[in-house]
């Protein structure tokens, strides 16, 4: 549990399988402690069948009124603690008055067989779809717990605006943010991305899951990626930032694809601000060195 110096407060909580029940409805918050309690709220995932930890950041702003509400989605091998801790978010959030809101990157501990073989498949790289193939169909439903389950249990437990949302993520996490986006015109107010997997159908980490978890049906595939969404696009306007590291390693290795995005985008007309960072890699620091310029590009629609 952390505090900042603005007086805001982070917190992890779990999301847990049936045994909690609504029958109380108490929250206990403490300055002192640092501490947000929930006690006894129905927080069961149906989607993804287990436990699950979210981390939430809450602004001062949040103690008096309903706040907006930005989504971060991380990236491969990451949980819901690589970003509240490592990006420095929390002093834009708390000057904007924004709820930050950080889920993990799987399903976890379902005994799976083969979901902890492999770092870019099963744990910790669920890639933010609804998978339709066995064994991983009945947890791996991270799409819908992003877009619909999860934005319910903050909404209920926490003083979040829902007509205020919107999203944002690192690689597997910007894939993810932009399919959300854009598949769900006008539903978030923004979004934007650190060196996304922005055309999954045509490279190896995208392939590999996809066909994993969706089978052997290209078609179906197109469903998740970003720049088949975007060259279908046909919601309100959305405008994107993308931050993208010039020594990123996996730029270099064809797994990201900024330039389909972009291509798909123009063609659209889609707003698309892509900045090439020089000297920046596929890092945390690269995050922190510019997550304040998304903070505020978020703020500009959430408070608008």
Known sequence: MLEDSRGGISMTFHVEPSRCTTKSKQRRRSRNQSEVILNNRDLTSTELKCKMKVAVYLPPKAENEKCPVFYWLSGLTCTEQNFITKAGSQQAASEHGIIIVAPDTSP????????DESWDFG???GFYVNATQ??????????????????????TNFPADPEKMSISGHSMGGHGALICALKNPGKYKAVSAFAPICNPIQCAWGQKAFSGYLGEDKKTWEAYDATVLAASYS????DILIDQGRDDQFLSASQLLPDNLIAAC?????PVVFRLQPGYDHSYFFIYSFITDHIKHHAKFLNA
């Open 266 to 270: 123009s063609e659209k007309k889609i």
């Open 235 to 238: 919601g309100p306007q959305l």
């Open 134 to 155: 066995e064994p991983w169909k009945t947890n791996y439903c991270m799409y819908t717990y992003v877009t619909e389950e999860l934005p319910r249990l903050i909404n």
């Open 123 to 125: 744990t910790g790289a």
């Open 108 to 115: 976890r501990g379902c005994n799976i067989e083969g979901e």
